[in-house]
């Protein structure tokens, strides 16, 4: 073959600094790109052979071989595969056009896509560019009779080809790094991109360090399964013992096994290595379906820290075994994010723009089908195994929350499946929970938001046998609200909403009626506030003198102020605080001040009853708290004085 110089056919005037301008924040791809086209290779060489169009020798052991060599600046990838005759390099490599480079070429014009990366999809081989100013290729195709060929091109459209000299078949690629893409000759951070595109690549992988002297190669891979002491003194073997380096991948990757197959340990080694989460996973979900599209991915349930643990997952997207990206939430629905997974679906069209992902029938069919099998599964749990999934639901049930929320048939296939701890540590579904406090209080679910805080109520509760579910995290005030609007007329109510009727006696409108003024008038003087809510009740225990309660929608309100942040506003433009001072008439106190509201001792018994209701629902302000303590101090003094 005599020597052929061209002209790359590509429709612009040069793709190469567009090539390089476009893609400067995904450099490291040209190690996909490049990698995942020599597993093409040999896998097309493997199916030749099972249509018996080729016979693959027998000692053929296939692999890619990744060298860096970072004095010299290069990097070498081999494989032995399929290889290119002379024609193909022509088709293939010189008439761009041919792979994703027109469509590239294309979005390119959409200025407006330009942090969309996912585009560059189909770019291919001449991504190699965006690394190299001059790239080689030795290529041997297995046909027969068949010259090798040797290709360069330097980075302008201009390109030179010639017979080479590969006397093997498969093919070798050479890129001599240009200044800006150095690193990429260096083996640790060779390894770390090859970690991240191909660890689950088909075929054997292997980086070599060209630079590393030959012990340094010793250490760095690692010894075969060797045999154990007794093995070596038996065997009595003089050989040094062999040390055979060791793929970066794994080329049967979980999730390609059938789940029947799979072991807990696997999984978990798998989550292990994936993630590297040293914290157990609670279960997982293998998904697994070749109809009507592909699809196979494994999602697992990571264990909360604690209740502040920032939800905060990943999703590994594969197509074939290649890694596209995390967390694309065009294919992965949004809620799913949270967990930790991987999935890998061929028939992602993904050499289109990610705006184009999102309005994408097909993927959005993919998209609702693993939302589906999430409920499925979780929903399944509930009915067969409630055990386990009680026992997860403390660590999963934000999850299911925030998907109920952000997802209209997620919410659907889950509502049974809904639970709610109650004061006893019992798990209600929620028509378990209005049958709990029917007969006094129809359609009411009572809550309790800080076990702490809210203790004495839980106690009232407790006394008059009312039972009340436990919601402590942030989603659920948002959850309360979705549940009430799914569910008419049931009613969420925080503890300390209301003192319901349970705790009262029956008392006619007009018995309280002077009292009530008489005290309002006295509280409102001594505590030097006018805009007190005072109420007065009689309590069935007359132990307690005096509570705070609050107003369910107020507080909600003030508490979705909170939540966006809004603090700097003045709550009361929102309306009253919601919270009421109930005094029990039937306490001794209070009946001492309605006999004696001119007494010296008004002010002290009026500030401290006050104090004591709100410090029985919530934290004291600093300067509040001061003053409460000092006046419990008068109070000692009077006593021992008396
Ligand atoms: P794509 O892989 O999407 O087809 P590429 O630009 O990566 O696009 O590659 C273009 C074509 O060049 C491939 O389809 C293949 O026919 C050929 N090719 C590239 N690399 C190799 C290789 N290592 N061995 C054999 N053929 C190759
Ligand atoms: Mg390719």
């Known amino acids: 073959m005599s020597t052929k110089t061209g002209s790359l056919s590509i429709n612009s005037e040069n793709i190469f600094p567009i090539i390089k301008k476009w893609l400067y924040s995904d450099h490291d791809i040209f190690y996909r790109e490049l990698v995942s086209n020599g597993c093409d290779a040999i896998t097309k060489l493997k199916k030749l052979d099972i249509m018996g169009e080729y016979s693959i020798p027998e000692d053929t052991e296939f692999k890619i071989e990744v060298r860096v060599n970072q004095e010299k600046k290069t990097i070498t990838i081999t494989d032995n595969g399929i290889g290119m005759t002379a024609d193909e390099v022509n088709e293939y490599i010189n008439q761009i056009a041919f792979s994703g480079a027109a469509a590239f070429l294309e979005q390119y014009k959409d200025k407006t896509n330009e942090d969309q990366i996912i585009g560059h999809f189909g770019l291919g081989f001449y991504s190699a560019f965006m690394v190299a100013d001059r790239v080689t290729i030795d290529t041997l195709s297995y046909k027969e009779g068949s010259a090798p060929v040797h290709w360069e091109c330097d980075g302008g459209t201009d390109y030179e080809m010639s017979e080479g000299s590969k006397t093997d078949i498969g093919t070798q690629i050479i890129l001599y790094l240009n200044e800006d893409s150095y690193e990429f000759s260096n083996e640790y951070r060779a390894r770390e991109v090859l970690t991240k595109y191909c660890s689950f690549m088909p075929v054997d992988i292997f980086l070599i360090n060209e630079n590393a002297k030959p012990e340094e190669e010793d250490t760095e891979e690692e010894l075969t399964d060797t045999a154990s002491e007794d093995a070596k003194d038996s065997e009595d073997t003089t050989k040094k013992e062999k040390k055979k380096p060791v793929p970066i991948n794994d080329k049967n990757p979980l999730w390609n096994k059938h ?5 807990d340990e696997e999984y978990k080694d798998f989550y292990r290595k994936v993630f590297h989460d040293y914290k157990e996973p609670l279960f997982w979900i293998h ?8 699809l196979k991915g494994i ?6 820290n604690n209740e502040y643990d920032t939800l905060e997952g990943t999703i590994n997207l594969y197509n074939n075994q290649v890694f596209i990206a995390d967390n694309i939430k065009e294919v992965i629905p949004e809620f799913l994010l949270l967990l930790k997974g991987v999935i890998d679906c061929p028939d992602l069209p993904l050499n289109v723009s990610r705006s184009a992902l999102q309005n994408d029938g097909f993927v959005k069919k993919i998209s609702d089908y693993i939302t589906k099998k999430v409920a499925d599964k979780l929903s399944g749990m509930f009915k067969t195994d409630k055990e386990n999934y009680e026992k997860y639901w403390d660590d999963i049930n934000p999850f299911i929350k925030f998907g109920c929320l952000k997802d209209e ?3 659907e296939k889950m509502k049974e499946s809904i639970i709610f701890k109650d004061l006893s540590g019992k798990y209600l579904t929620l028509s378990e929970c209005l049958e709990e406090n029917k007969e006094r209080h129809e359609n009411t679910v009572f809550y309790v938001t800080n076990e702490i805080e809210q203790s004495q109520y839980i106690n009232m509760f407790k006394e008059e046998n009312l039972n009340a579910v436990i919601l402590n995290h942030n989603i659920d ?7 009430e609007q799914k569910n008419e007329g049931v009613k969420f109510v925080r503890i300390d909403a209301d003192l319901s009727s349970v705790f009262k006696e029956e008392v006619s409108e007009d018995e309280l009626k002077d009292i ?6 006295l509280f409102k003087k001594e505590l030097n506030n006018d805009k007190l809510e005072i109420k007065v009740d009689k309590l069935k225990n007359e132990h307690i003198s005096s509570m705070i309660t609050v107003n369910e929608e107020s507080r909600r309100m003030q508490d979705m102020m909170k939540a966006y942040g809004m603090t700097g506003m ?3 433009m929102f309306g009253p605080t919601g919270e009421t001072l109930i005094l029990n008439a039937n306490n001794s106190l209070v009946k001492y001040l309605i006999d004696n509201p001119e007494s010296d001792k008004a002010d002290i018994l009026c500030n401290q009853l006050y104090d004591l209701a709100l410090i029985s629902s919530r934290q004291l302000a600093p300067e509040q708290m001061t003053k409460f303590i000092a006046r419990s101090n008068e109070i000692m003094q009077l006593m021992i004085h008396e």
């Not at 789940?259 to 072991?263: A, D, F, I, V």
């Not at 005030?477 to 549940?483: C, D, E, G, N």
């Not at 009530?516 to 008038?521: F, H, Q, V």
């Open 409 to 411: 048939k997620f919410a």
């Open 299 to 304: 999602l697992y349930f990571p264990k909360l």
């Open 259 to 263: 789940p029947n197959e799979c072991s």
């Open 516 to 521: 009530s003024e008489k005290l309002t008038e």
């Open 287 to 294: 998904l697994n379906m070749d109809y009507p599209f592909n």
């Open 477 to 483: 005030a948002p959850f309360i609200t979705h549940l």
């Open 570 to 572: 003045d709550p009361s």
